[in-house]
């Protein structure tokens, strides 16, 4: 079993391989959260998380022939990245395999550090199974992404950095997904402070360690889809659940829409970009009744590998939920000037025109009539409503829709 000693030796053995992120005091979130809140920003690590502590604490661990034939992992993405780069730097072969949904940023980051990227299964279990087999095929070491003494100690290095960062902390919340990192620091932070809570965090559609702490048992969850892609496991690992067992104080679960809401609040106020899993911590302190209320409280933000298009939705339906940005239905008299006449009235509330779109043919309008669908960007629902009051004052038929 792992003791606090393989952590200390794994910090040590990382000294210049991994980067000491910074565990900055949010004046902000303390303010939204009621605590005393601190981001712990792995996400500015080389390959964009956590894992690299671990990856690279197993890699340098390797024995010389070990390392002449070769790694293989299996990834949702970050611990591809995390081996593929670690690897090139040590001058070890990686073989990288991934699901086919794994976000394009994490292939092309893996291939770009040298490995060898193969997408297979529509999920990490069948990825992971292939991953196996090609390691036994080819005889290379397989690199677990969690469920590895090794790994566990690199990730556990983490805790050890908070104590000195953050040496009064209350609790710690991070995400969960295999184990590793909550185990690791866990460990690392009970043996030295063993009143810290830690708290894990997990997607509520795959709450893998959730349940296994409540049953005992390490099942396996039915396949299924999340935001917090770098968490979603579905069977957590056997050294990782005992870990759970002896040093986890609770596991809560967000929602997809908190997951969401969290990511943005994380852009527009810490101006950090995170992905799902990394924005999971603070989903549950702002959502949960964790009691941390007046506690000086660590967020560990696991990571930030998310596509442009993921934020780019995720934004929209921010506004759209604060009342940003919102889309009428507006009837009108089908005659020339008429809808200059609708923009007019619109301006003048001070709201900003996005998208016009003019319907005539498919809509439900009288003969002599025509719907437009009108996406406006306003400064929030005081504002809707004026310029849906200043509509109807002006003869309009109005509606807003939602959903």
């Known amino acids: 079993m792992i003791e606090p000693a393989d952590v200390a030796a794994a910090r040590k053995r990382l000294e210049g391989a991994i980067y000491e992120t910074p565990c900055a005091y949010s004046q902000t979130l303390s303010e939204l959260s009621g605590a005393r809140c601190f981001v712990k920003l792995e996400n500015l690590q080389m390959t964009g998380s956590f894992k690299e502590r671990g990856a690279a604490n197993l890699l340098l661990q390797l024995e010389p022939a070990e390392a002449s034939c070769g790694v293989a992992a299996a990834s949702a993405g970050n611990h591809g990245l995390a081996v593929a780069f670690h690897a090139a730097r040590l001058g070890i072969r990686a073989v990288i395999v991934m699901p086919e949904w794994a976000p394009l940023i994490k292939v092309t980051s893996a291939r770009r550090h040298g490995a060898e990227v193969i997408l297979s299964g529509t999920n990490y279990d069948e990825a992971y199974g292939c991953a196996r087999h090609i390691a036994t095929e080819r005889g290379l070491t397989f690199v677990h992404p969690f469920d590895d003494d090794r790994v566990i100690a690199g990730q556990g290095t983490l805790g050890l950095e908070l104590l000195e960062q953050c040496p009064d902390m209350d609790a710690v919340v991070v995400p969960v997904g295999g184990g590793g990192l909550v185990g690791g620091v866990a460990l690392a932070i009970k043996a030295a402070r063993p009143e810290v809570r830690v708290i894990g965090v997990q997607a509520e559609s795959l709450d893998a360690m959730k349940q296994a702490l409540a049953t005992g048992t390490r099942a396996t969850l039915a396949p299924a889809s999340t935001i917090a892609d770098g968490i979603a496991v579905r069977q ?106 609708l923009a007019a009235l619109v301006g003048e509330a001070r709201a900003n025109i996005l998208h016009i779109e003019h319907e005539r043919a498919f809509s439900r309008a009288a003969i002599g009539e025509s719907r437009v669908e009108l996406t406006l960007e306003t400064s929030g629902r005081e504002q809707i409503e004026i310029v849906k009051r200043r509509l109807i004052e002006s003869g309009y038929r109005v509606e807003e829709r939602r959903g």
């Open 236 to 341: 957590v690992g056997e050294i990782t659940l005992a870990l759970a067992r002896q040093y986890l104080d609770e596991v809560v679960t967000v929602t997809e829409e908190e997951l969401a809401n969290a990511i943005l609040l994380l852009l527009e106020i810490e101006k950090t970009v995170v992905e799902g899993a990394g924005a999971a911590p603070l989903a549950a302190l702002l959502n949960r009744r964790l009691g941390l209320a007046g506690r000086n409280v660590v967020l560990v933000l696991s990571g930030g590998n998310i596509d442009v298009t993921m934020i780019s939705r995720i934004i929209e339906r921010g506004l759209v939920k604060d009342a940003r940005l919102v889309r009428l239905s507006v009837i009108l008299r089908d005659q020339p000037g008429a809808l200059a006449r």
